[in-house]
């Protein structure tokens, strides 16, 4: 058999997000590439992917092999089919003759670097439209970097977890180096600034940087059947419209897993919209035991110094607010809970989180925080939470310390928040002195459920929301724990349709 008959038979058999593109197909090793992890393959990549935009659209076949690359930048009209035991490497340019593309002259005053640029990674793409990357391959970010500075603003609170703060200034430097230091180094492994009608399907990922993929300003953007296990970020939705992220498993231990986010990224408050999580599995494994089934749980904390992470959330950047957001069916195990967070003055509204399976549950099994970070331009304000609905979570197997949670500000409380047929089981521990506290406000804390500390209420400790509303709430512990099930502090037009049960 050919490689050209090989490569039809790829084509034939795969599910193609753009059928047109099928009409010309570029396959890599007629460019040159060797697939043979030694040679450096990316020349030959973005060969074969400027002929296929140049034809009008075409399919870039990628056989089966492993090819070691630098910088792959992705066009308009062109799909990426990558071949079962086809593996895209990151090259290390500690060790490979290369360099990744250099990051763009951006300003990352109010969001960190890697959130602030795309060019510096194994595959990116701006202003495209109608592209595709499909499996069922792998990406393999092995020569990748996780670190990279953080946002030139600085608060001293608000810019990093309250957990941090006991660790020296060379640890922070270790995991924060100086933008000069990434020039030449790849710290995501694909990256989206702008474009429309992206479609990335079927593949794995593993050990990726800072982020797996970083989608920014994109607009139509569907994600589905992803395998992700990676040292930090999953899937970042930032400024996005019209996203949908479905049946994808994410590991990531050390940062979240799935997550919207509305930065500062683009020069402007832009608010992430219309955006559907569905039928995903979030978890803090170690890393790369998702991928190869073991499931391991020795690692006990990530790099903030709280335990693992793994989740999805809403935040933390969230300048341009979030609206008509729905997380459905989706699992968490061995990570964090659902976080929905707005804290540099953007609004968060209309947003449905419905049917979520949670087990061993490393934080809050559900936290809302309305904040006071600001990190923004002059005249950012405080922003704004309300109309959110959650329904039908089933939670076991929780951290004692941190029950759910909603927390506002004197003021500016959370507004209009539903719970419905909410089971939480927690494991129970806590102490007479846990049950008097008063947490501190900090109100421009960086926003993580340990901010406040261990919580004077075992099951659900609400401060500053108006207009709550519960309907069904189960409450378990499976050991003595000496707080109160539930707390309400400055918690006015509370409704409970039916009362609360608790088991401890």
């Known amino acids: 058999m050919t490689r050209r008959t090989l490569s039809l038979g790829l084509v034939a058999g795969a599910l193609l997000p753009f059928p047109a593109h099928a009409s010309h197909l570029f396959d890599v090793s007629a460019f040159g ?19 296929a935009a140049r034809a ?30 086809a593996v895209i490497e990151a090259a290390d340019p500690a060790r490979h003759a290369g360099k990744y593309d250099l990051p763009e002259d951006a300003d990352q005053l109010y969001q960190d670097f890697g959130h602030s640029h795309w060019r510096n990674s194994l595959i990116w793409g701006e202003d ?19 670190d990279g500075p953080g946002a030139r603003w600085k608060a001293q609170t608000g810019e ?43 593949f794995s990922m593993l050990k990726c940087g800072h982020f797996a993929i970083l989608a920014t300003g994109t607009r139509d953007l569907t994600i589905q059947n992803l395998t992700i296990d990676t040292e930090r970020d999953g899937i970042d939705l930032d400024c996005v419209q019209d996203a949908l992220v479905e049946n994808c498993h994410v590991n ?3 940062d979240d897993a799935i997550v919207v986010k509305a930065s500062y990224a683009l020069g402007r408050a832009i608010a992430a919209e219309r955006v559907t999580i569905r039928g995903c599995a979030v978890s803090g494994y170690d890393l790369g035991t998702m991928l190869d089934r073991t499931c391991r749980k020795t690692q006990q904390l990530a790099p903030d110094r709280d335990r693992v992470t793994g989740r999805i ?26 976080a929905l967070e707005t804290v540099d003055g953007g609004v968060m509204e209309h947003v449905v989180a419905r049917r979520l399976k949670m087990l061993d549950v490393t934080t809050a099994p559900i936290f809302l925080r309305l904040g006071d970070r600001r990190r923004g331009p002059p005249g950012t304000g405080i922003g704004a939470m309300r109309d959110v609905m959650i329904s039908d979570v089933d939670a076991a197997g ?7 949670a909603i927390a506002g500000l004197a003021g500016h409380p959370i507004e209009n928040v539903r719970l419905q047929n909410i089971s939480l089981t927690y494991d129970g521990g806590g102490t007479e002195a846990d049950a008097v506290r008063h947490p501190d406000e900090h109100p421009g804390a960086y926003p993580e459920p340990s901010m406040f500390g261990p919580l ?7 401060r500053h929301a108006r207009g709550l509303a519960i309907d069904g709430l189960q409450l378990a512990v499976s050991a003595r724990d000496a707080r109160p099930p539930i707390l309400l502090d400055d918690a006015p037009n509370t409704a409970i349709s039916r009362a609360p049960l608790w088991r401890g």
């Not at 930048?73 to 799909?79: D, E, I, P, Y």
């Not at 495209?128 to 996780?146: E, K, S, Y």
């Not at 200034?169 to 492994?189: C, D, S, V, Y």
């Open 33 to 51: 590439a060797k697939g043979d992890g030694r040679a450096i393959d990316s020349g030959a990549f973005n060969a074969a992917i400027v002929a």
């Open 56 to 85: 009008g659209g075409g399919i870039v076949l990628v056989p089966s092999g492993r090819y070691l690359c630098f910088s792959i930048q992705l066009k308009s009209r062109v799909t990426i089919q990558l071949a079962k035991g």
């Open 128 to 146: 495209v439209d109608n592209a595709a990357i499909v499996g069922p391959g792998l990406i393999h970010g092995l020569g990748l970097t996780r």
């Open 160 to 202: 990093r977890p309250l957990s941090m703060q006991g660790m020296t200034g060379t640890q922070i430097a270790a995991l924060e180096p100086e933008a000069i230091t990434m020039r030449g180094k790849g710290n995501k492994a694909i990256a989206l600034r702008n474009g429309r009608n992206i479609r990335l399907a079927g």
């Open 252 to 254: 990531t231990p050390n």
């Open 313 to 338: 959330k809403l935040g933390t950047e969230s300048n341009g607010g979030y609206r008509d957001i729905l997380i459905e069916d989706c699992s968490f195990t061995h990570c964090r809970g659902l």
């Open 398 to 404: 929780i951290d004692h310390r941190y029950p759910a």
């Open 456 to 462: 004077p209420a075992w099951g659900l400790w609400v």
